[in-house]
């Protein structure tokens, strides 16, 4: 911790903090397919977890004294993909008494019935877009990836029964918020967040 910390952050803080918020959001004009509605595979999950199921330990830690800045719905009855919620913690600006860093959750469930058929597709349509790595240990699969322009954001895309949900993380290198962290701190956050998350979801949600 250095002996004197900068007294405001100010439009660093801001700009470090809006341009690590990157959401796939499932919004109008995406493209999105239903491979088999025919299919028989219901999933657990009738409605996606509302934005508390990531207020974790690991969220804590990651992003220091953070607010709930963005919890919106997305999708709906009329959309295939499914619905959900989109949310978004940032450790406000102001004196740098903590380092700044920010996370996101996109947490979409699946119509049934076809629900995990829909999911699978889901996860493959909206991390299509990335150079992707394998995570082994994430929900029933998972992928993940890291965005470096304009500012470093880690992302995993995972899927769990019918449920797609994407977590990303960026955090600041110093109380500043200059700089971004080493990607490789921030990609181990983006994998802790995720593995946070997927533990912290209830094994159903009936309809």
Same mark, same amino acid.
């Not at 963005?70 to 009855?77: C, D, F, I, Q, S």
């Not at 600006?93 to 920010?102: A, D, H, I, Q």
């Not at 449920?163 to 701190?185: F, I, M, N, Q, W």
């Given at each position: 911790?250095?002996?004197?910390?900068?007294? &405001?952050?100010?439009?660093?803080?801001?700009?470090?903090?809006?341009?690590?918020?990157?959401?796939?959001?499932?919004?109008?004009?995406?493209?999105?397919?239903?491979? =088999?509605? =025919?299919?028989?595979?219901?999933?657990?999950?009738?409605?996606?977890?509302?934005?508390?199921?990531?207020?974790?330990?690991?969220?804590?830690?990651?992003?220091?004294? /953070?607010?709930?800045?963005?919890?919106? @719905?997305?999708?709906?009855?009329?959309? @295939?993909?499914?619905?959900?919620?989109?949310?978004?913690?940032?450790?406000?600006?102001?004196?740098?008494?903590?380092?700044?860093?920010?996370?996101?959750?996109?947490?979409?469930?699946?119509?049934? @019935?076809?629900?995990?058929?829909?999911?699978?597709?889901?996860?493959?349509?909206?991390?299509?877009? /990335?150079?992707?790595?394998?995570?082994?240990?994430?929900?029933?699969?998972?992928?993940?990836?890291?965005?470096?322009?304009?500012?470093?954001?880690?992302?995993?895309?995972?899927?769990?029964? =019918?449920?797609?949900?994407?977590?990303?993380? &960026?955090?600041?290198?110093?109380?500043?918020?200059?700089?971004?962290?080493?990607?490789?701190?921030?990609?181990?956050?983006?994998?802790?967040?995720?593995? &946070?998350?997927?533990?912290?979801?209830?094994?159903?949600?009936?309809?």
């Amino acid at each position: 911790m250095p002996s004197a910390q900068p007294q &405001s952050r100010g439009c660093a803080t801001a700009a470090v903090v809006a341009a690590a918020l990157v959401l796939v959001v499932l919004a109008a004009g995406a493209v999105w397919y239903v491979a =088999n509605r =025919n299919d028989p595979e219901t999933g657990d999950f009738a409605s996606a977890p509302e934005c508390a199921v990531a207020e974790t330990e690991a969220l804590d830690a990651l992003v220091p004294d /953070h607010a709930l800045e963005v919890e919106e @719905p997305v999708g709906g009855e009329q959309d @295939p993909f499914g619905s959900g919620w989109q949310c978004r913690w940032a450790t406000p600006g102001g004196p740098g008494e903590v380092v700044p860093g920010t996370a996101t959750l996109v947490i979409v469930a699946a119509p049934n @019935p076809g629900g995990v058929t829909t999911a699978v597709d889901n996860l493959r349509t909206t991390t299509s877009q /990335h150079e992707t790595r394998k995570l082994e240990g994430v929900g029933d699969e998972a992928v993940t990836w890291v965005q470096g322009e304009p500012y470093t954001v880690s992302c995993v895309g995972a899927r769990v029964s =019918n449920l797609y949900l994407e977590t990303c993380y &960026s955090v600041a290198g110093g109380y500043d918020a200059v700089e971004p962290a080493e990607e490789e701190r921030i990609v181990a956050g983006a994998e802790e967040l995720a593995v &946070s998350v997927v533990e912290a979801l209830p094994e159903s949600v009936p309809e």
